[in-house]
């Protein structure tokens, strides 16, 4: 009761991972949220893994009056019909990685898509914690409004080990730290979403 938008539907949240790696951890991240959604974990939400990998590097000779190549208008359309959207990405060089920012930069052509989503991220990587914090900057112009608490920062290397050889997530803290991650993207989403109803 009162976690589903107008129409009683679910929150539809689109996934982009930054890793195209086979056992990412950060996908892992990914499914272990979608699962929370898939079994009523987090109730009242869907989500997505959108692939961003097939996208073109970003070129505005692709734009023709101002219609984009078809894999970029799906992946645009996902976006504009998404409620929110779930981030999960390592930081490569203290940074985003290209295969987001690669999206990131195809959504926000007129008519930038991001405009008023609602987000969270997670990270997992080594250390560093710049490629969240320079997400939040690109997200200020593109005007998503990322969720400030919980942060999630994953030190994927040191022990004890919280993925397995596929990359899936073992660890209980984390697996409820997540939960509590989706319950506030979730909250806020409800939040804005109401807010604009008339
Ligand atoms: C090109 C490259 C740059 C990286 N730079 C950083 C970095 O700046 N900070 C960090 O903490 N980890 C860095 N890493 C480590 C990755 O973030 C880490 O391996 C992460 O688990 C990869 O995510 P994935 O398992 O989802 O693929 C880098 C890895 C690569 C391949």
């Given at each position: 009761?009162?976690?589903?938008?107008?129409?009683?539907?679910?929150?539809?949240?689109?996934?982009?991972?930054?890793s195209l790696q086979k056992t990412s951890k950060?996908?892992?991240?990914?499914?272990?949220?979608?699962?929370?959604?898939?079994?009523?974990?987090?109730?009242?939400?869907?989500?997505?893994?959108?692939?961003?990998?097939?996208?073109?590097?970003?070129?505005?000779?692709?734009?023709?009056?101002?219609?984009?190549?078809?894999?970029?208008?799906?992946?645009?359309?996902?976006?504009?019909?998404?409620?929110a959207v779930f981030f999960s990405t390592p930081?490569?060089?203290?940074?985003?990685?290209?295969?987001?920012?690669?999206?990131?930069?195809?959504?926000?052509?007129?008519?930038?898509?991001?405009?008023?989503?609602?987000?969270?991220?997670?990270?997992?990587?080594?250390?560093?914690?710049?490629?969240?914090?320079?997400?939040?900057?690109?997200?200020?112009?593109?005007?998503?409004?990322?969720?400030?608490?919980?942060?999630?920062?994953?030190?994927?290397?040191?022990?004890?080990?919280?993925?397995?050889?596929?990359?899936?997530?073992?660890?209980?803290?984390?697996?409820?730290?997540?939960?509590?991650?989706?319950?506030?993207?979730?909250?806020?989403?409800?939040?804005?979403?109401?807010?604009?109803?008339?």
């Open positions: 009761m009162g976690s589903e938008v107008e129409g009683n539907r679910a929150i539809k949240v689109v996934a982009l991972c930054g950060n996908r892992g991240i990914i499914r272990a949220a979608m699962k929370m959604c898939s079994e009523s974990i987090i109730r009242g939400m869907e989500m997505e893994d959108v692939n961003i990998s097939e996208l073109p590097m970003m070129n505005v000779d692709l734009e023709v009056n101002g219609t984009y190549p078809p894999v970029v208008e799906v992946f645009r359309n996902k976006i504009r019909e998404a409620d930081d490569y060089n203290y940074s985003v990685t290209p295969l987001l920012k690669n999206a990131l930069d195809w959504a926000s052509r007129p008519p930038n898509v991001w405009a008023d989503k609602p987000a969270a991220m997670a990270s997992v990587q080594a250390t560093s914690r710049s490629g969240q914090y320079h997400l939040r900057q690109i997200g200020v112009f593109l005007d998503i409004h990322f969720i400030n608490k919980p942060e999630f920062f994953v030190n994927g290397v040191e022990p004890p080990q919280k993925f397995d050889e596929n990359g899936d997530l073992i660890d209980q803290q984390l697996r409820q730290r997540l939960q509590n991650l989706l319950l506030a993207l979730q909250a806020f989403t409800l939040r804005l979403v109401k807010g604009k109803s008339p």
